[in-house]
């Protein structure tokens, strides 16, 4: 395969595309290449195929964007052409694409080389006409705005309050209030035994407010629906802290699901089995955000 030939291809496409600018720094122009001849190189597909494919984008004949309203099996809004190609390009994270030192997120890069319609903004994932994209892929979380030491320090005002004995973290054997824990449900099933029905909702509402500083109309005692509730908290913290009108979850490409930035919305996917929810990610001695991963 003639190289020179293969990158110079590659190139043009991406100044044409608006992927790069040609006064780029050589660096991201590279970046940016590299991914790409490795997504050729890997599928053998050789150059004429590539400039097939190329046509194929400018005459707007790769990618249905009804994928973006619809969800589902990505593939099957990408030409059978060029299906392979788009699989090996999905794989592919740049860092020429995302922010200085960041890798871009899978699809990001496929997407923008398959489809005049669909940019890079400066700030956000991808940019479809006027819609802003968010894409996750696999082990995809929600994310709230505090850290995980902050949050451990607001929760372990309730034990005062409510007179009760905070848990003890697995790992680092701090006293914290982990009820979203499975593995600590036992305990604050115990601990809170004694409460009345009127008090456990209390507390629980005092719990989710240290995600968000916001009362909760909390209508159940049961810890096993807590989790649920925290994730659409932490939604709802996410569309208010983004500029987004879409959130996607493309998994690995065959199941996506469109989000919008309808809370509501989202909490009805929550509540009938749509979103399902994972494991969390709230780590109460890290000054990383607490988030839950979702799917």
């Given amino acids: 395969?003639?190289?020179?030939?293969?990158?110079?291809?590659?190139?043009?496409?991406?100044?044409?595309?608006?992927?790069?600018?040609?006064?780029?720094?050589?660096?991201?122009?590279?970046?940016?290449?590299?991914?790409?001849?490795?997504?050729?190189?890997?599928?053998?597909?050789?150059?004429?195929?590539?400039?097939?494919?190329?046509?194929?984008?400018?005459?707007?004949?790769?990618?249905?964007?009804?994928?973006?309203?619809?969800?589902?099996?990505?593939?099957?809004?990408?030409?059978?052409?060029?299906?392979?190609?788009?699989?090996?390009?999905?794989?592919?994270?740049?860092?020429?694409?995302?922010?200085?030192?960041?890798?871009?997120?899978?699809?990001?890069?496929?997407?923008?080389?398959?489809?005049?319609?669909?940019?890079?903004?400066?700030?956000?994932?991808?940019?479809?006409?006027?819609?802003?994209?968010?894409?996750?892929?696999e082990k995809t979380r929600v994310m709230g705005k505090i850290t995980g030491k902050e949050f451990r320090r607001r929760t372990l005002t309730l034990p005062e309050k409510y007179t009760i004995t905070p848990n003890k973290s697995y790992k680092t054997n701090l006293d914290c209030v982990e009820i979203e824990k499975k593995k600590h449900r036992d305990y604050w099933n115990d601990e809170l035994s004694d409460f009345s029905t009127t008090t456990k909702k209390e507390f629980i509402n005092d719990y989710l407010k240290c995600i968000d500083n916001k009362d909760h109309n909390v209508d159940f005692v049961d810890l096993e629906l807590l989790p649920k509730e925290i994730v659409k908290i932490l939604y709802s913290e996410m569309v208010s802290d983004r500029n987004f009108d879409e959130f996607i979850i493309l998994g690995d490409g065959t199941n996506a699901k469109v989000l919008s930035n309808d809370v509501e919305k989202f909490n009805e996917k929550v509540d009938n089995g749509t979103i399902e929810i994972k494991s969390d990610f709230f780590r109460v001695n890290q000054n990383r955000n607490i988030g839950w991963y979702i799917d």
Avoid at 1 to 14: F, G, S
Avoid at 15 to 34: C, F, H
Avoid at 44 to 58: A, F, G, R, S
């Fill in 1 to 137: 395969m003639d190289i020179d030939r293969l990158e110079n291809t590659l190139l043009d496409h991406c100044y044409n595309m608006t992927i790069l600018k040609t006064d780029a720094e050589q660096k991201k122009k590279d970046s940016v290449i590299d991914s790409l001849v490795a997504a050729v190189i890997r599928l053998k597909l050789p150059i004429e195929e590539l400039i097939d494919c190329i046509n194929d984008v400018n005459n707007d004949d790769v990618v249905n964007l009804d994928f973006f309203d619809n969800g589902g099996n990505l593939y099957n809004y990408i030409n059978p052409k060029w299906t392979n190609f788009a699989k090996a390009l999905y794989r592919q994270r740049c860092v020429g694409l995302g922010t200085p030192n960041a890798a871009s997120g899978e699809g990001e890069l496929m997407f923008i080389f398959l489809s005049h319609h669909i940019t890079k903004p400066t700030k956000g994932d991808l940019k479809i006409r006027e819609r802003k994209i968010e894409l996750k892929g």
